[in-house]
């Protein structure tokens, strides 16, 4: 009896196998059946559905890109089967590896999509999609005032007048009072596991800064 579990389990295996090769070739969409010239092309459907905002609202800008002041717009392009499937997105001109990942992230999370028409039937196409980075002065100024204290590459715990907050912050240079880095057993000695990148305790002038 133990014997028939085990060939069982063995069959059940290979045809597990056998039927994720054949899922495998089925995603392969030969280029020459992707349409370069389509009727209507590819609607987004997710939510929101203007692309610029689905990206801004999923987008997150990379702790060290944003620290070092590396902006830029990332191109991506990729695949919509005529069963409505993102495939294949592909950057199309690298700004920064950090800004490339995170675009093919955001990307990636556009699953849903009403496929382009030609001749009034649906088609493979190809979209693609500008994913923008770029910081404000009052970023950039703050970003320079962590490089000055020290901080590192690993986005640190912030405490904004007394109030942790596990976020990036914009803090404009006239609204910072004081800031004190802590790092290392002192930092995790006061504030537990997550200051384990280190905690930046700030004081401001005119109360909380907005955060993203």
Known sequence: MKQYHKIKNGLFVLIFFVFSAITNAENIIPLDSISSQVDKEAVFKGKPNKIDKFIQANKVYPFQAWQNGIEGVVNVSFVVSKDGTLMNATVENS??????????????LMTKWKPALKNKEKVHSRRNVSVSFVMSAEEKEFAQTMRKYGVDDNAPLYVIDNKIVETYVILPDYNLKSLKVLKGEKAIEKYGDRAKNGVVEITTKRGTPPIW
């Not at 590896?97 to 992230?105: F, G, K, N």
Request: net charge negative; charged share 35%.
């Open 95 to 108: 700004i920064d590896p950090l800004l490339d990942s995170e675009a093919i992230r955001v990307v990636e």
